[in-house]
């Protein structure tokens, strides 16, 4: 199935950095969001990227003209009855997540295949909310869209080998790698990476480094551009909390999911990492201060 037209559900920081990148592979994109406020802030989002890479040399200035061409802004669900694949990028809520696919389930074409790009929640709960759940896909795409060369296909235990082949070829088209994971936990790298992170508050709430030498452990021993600590803290801890929670509810007889004390206890004091200024690390904005 050739993917032409494209609807995005949610113009956040995800959202419009997957329109961005559709539009620019030269699909027509419908971008939905509950008000033209939130449209206004994703579309200036995806005029400011297209500028900066026009600016580098990245990106021709008429290309970034075709690209803004290509998309189009809405409130209304119902403009996205003909596209041919709609990605689900709205809060990480299960309920409010099956509630739209309910609804595109009822306004989209039949052939229409859907997708969620959740990091945390299983795909066969909303693939059979959407009444459609042989057309049904995970695409997790990953953090800025328009730079992060993966995402992950999830195929879901209902869905069919033709769209799974179609959602690789779309990850392909916007100029991602795209790897097949099971609805699992996590997927892949989500699987490994929250546990490692976790794993590295619990050396810190047991004492057995700082968190700077656990991070130039990892930096040095293993060659991560960012140790664990610090990659929480700009991840989010709330996030990595959330997951955690999201995980041992599914699944409470799983120790590795069970959320360490220290972890729970700087979520509730406030201390989020890089977008409250404190975490393991005190922030300025987007660097660690010295």
């Known amino acids: 199935m050739d993917i032409r037209k494209v609807g995005v559900v949610g113009c956040g920081l995800m959202g419009s950095g997957i329109a961005q990148v559709a539009a620019m592979a030269g699909c027509d994109v419908v971008v939905s969001e509950e008000s033209r406020e939130l449209l206004d802030k994703g579309f200036a989002r ?91 896909v995970g695409l997790h795409f990953f953090n800025p869209v328009q730079l992060m060369k993966l995402v992950e296909v999830i195929q879901a235990k209902k869905t069919s080998s033709e769209v799974v ?53 990892m930096e040095l021993g293993c060659g991560h551009p960012m140790g664990p600590l610090k990659l929480l803290d700009y991840v989010g801890l709330d996030t990595t909390l959330f997951i955690m929670d999201g995980w041992y509810q599914r699944y409470p007889a799983d120790p590795m999911f069970k959320p360490s004390e220290l972890l729970k206890r700087m979520v509730k004091e406030g201390k989020l990492g890089r977008k409250s200024g404190r975490g393991f690390y005190e922030w300025e904005g987007d660097k660690v201060k010295a």
């Open 46 to 136: 995806i005029h400011g990227s297209l500028a900066k890479l026009v600016e580098k040399g990245k990106l021709a200035a008429p290309d970034a003209e075709k690209t803004k061409a290509r998309l189009k802004a809405t409130t209304a669900l119902g403009d996205l009855k003909e596209c041919d694949l709609v990605i689900e990028v709205i809060v990480e809520n299960l309920d409010a997540k099956k509630k739209l696919f309910a609804e595109l389930g009822r306004l989209c074409k039949k052939e229409t295949i859907f997708a969620s790009n959740t990091s945390s929640f299983p795909i066969c709960e909303m693939a059979e909310a959407s009444g459609r759940p042989e057309r049904f």
């Open 165 to 217: 082949a179609a959602a690789r070829a779309f990850g392909e088209k916007v100029g991602k790698t795209p790897i097949l994971a099971k609805d699992t936990p996590g997927f892949v790298v989500n699987r490994l990476l929250v546990p490692l992170l976790h794993e590295a508050v619990l050396m810190v709430e047991r004492g057995d480094a700082t968190a700077k030498d656990v991070d130039t452990g």
